[in-house]
């Protein structure tokens, strides 16, 4: 963590998602980093969920829409924004790999 923090970002620790570390920089932040341990089982949920955006122009399309329709909606609470993308996140992963 020494060599991130002398790089001017901060720890924020784990307490948002679970077995992430979590770091930021700026303010207002301008970077941020999330590390987990090789094959945890969120991480690969978040890459396989990047892969299917990456190859679905509908589901792509969808995420999009709803990010923005969120941003309004949660007016800069990035807990509620995060919160409510959750549901698509989960069926969309669904559909594709179950």
Request: a positive charge; glycine letters at 6%; hydrophobic letters at 30%.
């Amino acid at each position: 963590m020494k060599p991130l923090e002398e790089l001017g970002y901060s720890y924020k620790g784990i307490n948002v998602l679970p077995e992430r570390q979590y770091f930021n920089k700026g303010e207002p932040r301008t970077h941020q980093i999330h590390m987990y341990q090789r094959d945890n089982s969120f991480l690969l949920e978040q890459l396989n969920f990047r892969d299917i955006l990456r190859g679905n122009e509908t589901a792509r399309n969808q995420y999009k829409k709803l990010k923005q329709e969120l941003a309004s909606a949660s007016r800069g609470n990035k807990y509620k924004y995060a919160e409510a993308k959750t549901d698509f996140v989960k069926s969309v992963i669904d559909r594709m790999y179950k």
